[in-house]
């Protein structure tokens, strides 16, 4: 790369579910097989062409969605998307309302003759 180009930033790669699904079977697999965790995900990840902390990012998440580990959900974080941005809207047109009123309330403490 020459010093008059701009480096460029990797764009990031989407993975389907089903290669996601595809990837954390594999390494599940051969963790069975060889009775260990180690090196599994950098051999699975290095076959499949992906990335070494993508893979281990799907597993943690597998194992969180199966309840085999502590954390939040895959469900419970769309949800928790969702509940806030109907939190967000809802504030928003509070704030509406409000001007609203204030502006109601005005015109109508104004003196009509």
């Given amino acids: 790369m020459s010093q008059d180009q701009p480096r460029r930033k990797p764009t990031a790669r989407r993975y389907t579910p089903e290669e996601k699904a595809q990837a954390v079977r594999l390494v599940r697999q051969l963790r069975a097989e060889l009775g260990t965790d180690h090196g599994t995900v950098q ?25 085999r580990v502590p954390g939040t959900s895959t469900s419970d974080a769309e949800r928790i998307k969702q509940l806030e941005q109907e939190n967000h809207e809802l504030k928003r047109a509070n704030s509406i309302l409000k001007s609203a009123s204030a502006f109601f309330a005005a015109e109508l403490d104004r003196p009509h003759g």
Wanted: hydrophobic share 35%; proline share 0%; aromatic share 8%.
């Fill in 43 to 67: 051999r699975i990840a290095g076959q499949l062409g992906y990335g070494v902390e993508s893979v281990r990012n799907w597993i943690h998440q597998a194992d969180i969605d199966e309840g």
